[in-house]
């Protein structure tokens, strides 16, 4: 399965076109450029794709209902509305190796986003994860220490707290995060839960998550949320449930004969994650690389893809480390050069840092303000 996308005129992005999408894809750019939207927008497109493999699923299986995809509501939810203009496109097109291909199509004169009809033998089901960056916040959250008229903060905060929620209540023993020598578990009393910090070294300390550092308050979903995506996230409830709610509401479970059970169906879990690098000390953002990468890719139960926006250049220089150790079987986290994909979006475009013929990724540009300020420095004499 190959995916490809291409995307005008929406918001900061002009033209940008990924043929084939890497299982470990990473954007680095300014504030600003397009790194999140294009990484909302493939999330978003990958969503679709899935409620089609789900509608395809039940229309071989002798049922009739059919989602209605309103694109208008559709991207108003994932607050990508404001960007549409009269000369937005996107194509979204997943192929296989048998010259199949499905594409989803979206301008603005489309009120609805057209079902496509995918043959039985490529139906597949995936769970489209989405790790925003308002994330820090769901330690206030969780102790109403925030409040939000309407108790929401949008489509992807509630994403990621849905995913958070489900994630601590199968992982009873929490989470350690040893470069940032914490564990963070909940206790229960006849209060109700609390979230809490303890310490993993010598250092005996034992606070609640919402007191906890910035650098801690970031690190704990992601790190909580990618375990939990690993090891303990369960295709077969997630497809039952999906499923079943559909047939419930169309009222058409007697007809439902399946046509394909899912232990036969390609499962796959995207996992997309909004700057992992916020309030982290360059150390340890490197370190949280390592730790995303190995229960993504090494110790993993599921498949997992993975795609990520930064605005940091030591996460994009430590891929090159990731590449090394690959390369040289080395011990720790490790990645293959052939599976990663880095871009930088600058200009509403993407320039590809791969450098083909050295197996790097090319760092330099993302050296010029470090050497734009010793040149200053230096010229004050």
Not at 224 to 246: G, W
Not at 252 to 261: D, G, H, M, V, Y
Not at 336 to 356: E, H, M, P, R, T
Request: include cysteine.
């Amino acid at each position: 399965m190959k995916e490809s996308i291409s995307i005008k005129n929406l918001g900061p992005i002009k033209d940008i076109t990924i043929d084939g999408i890497k299982p470990f894809t990473v954007l680095i750019g300014e504030s600003g450029s397009g790194k999140s939207t294009l990484m909302k927008v493939i999330a978003l497109f990958r969503w679709l794709y899935k409620q089609q493999n789900i509608d395809s699923y039940l229309n071989a299986s002798n049922n009739a209902a059919s989602f209605v995809l309103i694109s208008k509501k559709i991207f108003q939810n994932c607050g990508l509305d404001q960007f549409i203009t009269d000369d937005t496109e996107i194509h979204y097109t997943v192929s296989f190796d048998r010259s199949y291909s499905y594409t989803i199509d979206y301008t603005k004169e489309k009120e609805y986003i057209s079902n496509i009809r995918i043959d039985s033998n490529d139906i597949s089901f995936s769970k489209i994860g989405f790790i925003s960056e308002t994330r820090t916040i769901i330690p206030h959250w969780l102790n109403k220490a925030v409040s939000i008229k309407g108790a929401s903060l949008g489509f992807y905060f509630d994403e990621v707290l849905s995913d958070f929620n489900q994630a601590q209540e199968l992982i009873g023993g929490g989470i350690e995060m040893p470069f940032l020598n914490t564990h963070f578990h909940v206790t229960k009393n006849e209060l109700g839960k609390k979230y809490m910090i303890n310490s993993l070294g010598s250092d005996d300390f034992d606070i609640e998550y919402k007191d906890s550092s910035s650098g801690i308050k970031n690190v704990v979903p992601i790190a909580l949320i990618t375990e939990y995506f690993s090891k303990n996230f369960n295709f077969e409830k997630a497809f039952n449930r999906s499923v079943l709610d559909i047939l419930s509401d169309s009222d058409n479970l007697t007809e439902f004969k399946p046509i394909r059970n899912l232990s036969t169906m390609e499962k796959k879990i995207f996992l997309h994650i909004e700057e992992p690098e916020l309030s982290l000390y360059p150390d340890a953002q490197c370190a949280l690389m390592d730790d995303i990468v190995s229960k993504c890719f090494i110790n993993n139960k599921n498949e997992i893809e993975l795609f990520i926006s930064t605005h940091s250049p030591y996460i994009i220089n430590h891929l090159n480390l990731l590449i090394r150790r690959f390369d040289k079987n080395a011990d720790g986290a490790k990645y293959s050069y052939d599976d990663i994909a880095v871009y930088q979006v600058i200009n509403g475009k993407i320039s590809d840092l791969k450098i083909q013929n050295e197996r790097l990724i090319n760092t330099n540009l993302l050296s010029e303000t470090i050497n734009t300020i010793y040149s200053k420095y230096k010229n004050l004499g």
